[in-house]
């Protein structure tokens, strides 16, 4: 049972890393961008929603969603300001131009709130379990980030295969410019694209604020493992974002059951492993497709 415990702990923090992936997937998915910027927009937003929380009598769930709003419109304008005139200096210039996004943004969270350990108080909820049978229990809040993913990576793709837009954004993806003969404005479905990237990324720092301690530097790790948990699953694949995130969390803990130092490292001798054996991930399929 030790070991079962181990697997189901694993898949449910297999959640929070696709939660925390399916934003950068998309943006690879659609604009062909690795957002060095990730990690630290995943943090600012687990920032917004606490200071959200503290400073007005709101509900922490309109808290969540104010902030995956906000994050969304900074999205669409950090993309049609920014990265739309990076995408025409080459393939290097938006990871540069990314990178150095995240620089600055961690800087600014340094001097704003300080580099204390904060988190997002959800009361009882961060402790409350269900047992499911001797030895084997299941944390409400992690199960409950699990079908948070699930649901935002089933409804980022049903948007992009069933809606007009979604269709038009693929279009773009797949050949910019026969979107544009056919009158399609490539800035502004880069733009969908990147809020619909940022509003999810701002969903998942909310969920990581309110499971973990955050620092303005926490950003690092969270961009380590969603670009693992994206390489596993296979670059622009948002399934598989979702089983490279499960294949990750499972690796960790039961690592971590094999000996309590080991847990990281074996998610990133996986990472290693699936690089070396299948590069591709093991579900290559792009988001447009």
């Known amino acids: 049972m030790t070991w079962v415990n181990a697997v189901v702990q694993g898949l449910l923090l297999g959640g929070q890393y696709a939660l925390l992936a399916c934003g950068l997937s998309l943006v690879f998915g659609v604009m062909r961008i690795v957002n060095l910027a ?71 969270l340094q001097e704003i709130a300080t580099a204390n350990s904060r988190s997002i108080s959800i009361g009882g909820l961060a402790t409350s379990s269900t047992r499911i049978v001797d030895g084997l229990s299941i944390g409400v809040f992690s199960l409950l980030t699990l079908v948070v993913a699930v649901a935002l990576i089933g409804l980022i793709q049903l948007f ?3 809606t007009a837009v979604g269709r038009a954004m693929r279009a773009t993806s797949d050949d910019p410019g026969a979107a544009r003969l056919m009158g399609i404005d490539d800035r502004h479905m880069y733009g969908l694209a990147t809020a ?29 493992f969603a670009f693992e948990a994206v390489i596993i699953g296979g670059l ?7 089983l490279g995130g499960l294949v990750l969390g499972v690796a960790q803990t039961v690592g971590a059951q094999v000996e309590p130092a080991y847990g990281i490292l074996f998610g990133h001798v996986v990472f290693l492993a699936v690089l070396a054996l299948k590069p591709s991930g093991l579900m290559p399929r792009t988001v447009t497709a």
């Open 38 to 108: 990730h990690g630290a927009l995943a943090v600012t937003a687990a920032y917004l929603t606490l200071w959200l929380s503290q400073r007005t009598s709101l509900p922490l769930v309109v808290c969540l969603v104010a902030s995956v709003l906000v994050f969304a419109g900074v999205g669409y304008l950090l993309q049609r300001g920014l990265l739309n005139r990076a995408l025409r200096g080459g393939e290097l210039a938006p990871l540069l131009v990314t990178f150095g996004l995240a620089v600055i943004v961690v800087n600014l």
């Open 160 to 162: 992009l295969s069933r």
């Open 196 to 224: 619909i990237a940022v509003g999810s990324v701002a969903a998942a720092g909310a969920f990581l604020g309110m499971s973990t301690q955050f620092t303005p530097g926490y950003g690092d790790l969270v961009l380590i």
């Open 236 to 242: 622009g694949s948002l399934w598989g974002t979702l």
